[in-house]
């Protein structure tokens, strides 16, 4: 167990549907970064913040995902109109930003089938 | 980021050493090499990470080439526990910026019993 965690752990929705996933980082942690993970594939970065701003997002993150950190804290991932390529691992992973150390601490996942 | 190039797959007896190569011939001289292993439906476990010193941790040793182009992690005795899919990233670090990780396709690890 990392210290950082996501709920749900699994997600089942019909195309169409909205999701919302949540990820608790550890928490002295100022930087919270998504990624996604399709089958075979290593996963691949989404979005990032520091502290409650978002400074990158992905050209993966089409205009149907948001991401918020509202507190610098937890953080939530959303996705408008699911669609089956949505399908995927949604991973979150949280550091405390410092050049020479810093170390991305993943949690579980959360797995979404879009049906 | 440098690219990372890993053999797909890869066998260890259980209790033997396992040993990851991975090249990455265009690192520069400010970027870390780091490992991460996925074991099946978890998320990506950070096992160690060096930029030209040998390292080692409770879980592997990591050695770097002289010349950088190339490293290997070792699992001093392998257990079934880690059978997983090993990845070898390259990274720059800046302190100020957005540190993401660029994840391969990675080694697919198989302890056999």
């Known amino acids: 167990d990392t210290g950082v965690s996501q709920n749900p752990r699994h997600k089942i929705t019909k195309r169409g549907q909205n999701v919302t996933f949540r990820c608790d980082p550890i928490?002295?942690?100022?930087?919270l970064y998504w990624y996604r993970q399709t089958l075979g594939q290593g996963p691949e970065f989404l979005t990032y913040?520091?502290?409650?701003?978002?400074?990158?997002k992905s050209r993966l993150l089409s205009d149907r995902f948001s991401a918020e950190r509202p507190k610098g804290s937890f953080s939530t991932l959303e996705i408008q109109r699911t669609e089956q390529g949505d399908s995927a691992m949604y991973l979150c992973?949280?550091?405390?930003?410092?050049?020479?150390?810093?170390?991305?601490?993943f949690g579980p996942g959360t797995r979404l089938l879009v049906l | 980021d440098a690219k990372t190039t890993q053999p797909t797959s890869m066998d260890c007896a259980e209790g033997r050493a396992a040993n990851l190569p991975c090249n990455h011939s265009?690192?520069?001289?400010?970027?870390?090499v780091y490992w991460y292993r996925q074991i099946h439906s978890q998320g990506p476990q950070y096992i160690i990470h060096?930029?030209?010193n040998n390292e080692t941790n409770e879980m592997a040793s990591l050695i770097i080439t002289e010349d950088r182009k190339s490293s290997t992690l070792i699992l001093p005795h392998a257990t079934l526990r880690d059978t997983a899919v090993y990845y070898c990233?390259?990274?720059?670090?800046?302190?100020?910026?957005?540190?993401?990780?660029?994840f391969g396709t990675g080694t697919r690890l198989t302890i056999i019993p």
């Open positions: 060096g930029l030209k």
């Open positions: 928490s002295e942690h100022n930087r």
């Open positions: 992973a949280s550091s405390l930003s410092n050049a020479a150390q810093e170390t991305q601490y």
């Open positions: 265009t690192i520069s001289g400010n970027e870390y």
């Open positions: 990233i390259v990274r720059h670090l800046t302190n100020f910026g957005n540190e993401k990780l660029t």
């Open positions: 913040f520091q502290n409650e701003a978002q400074l990158e």
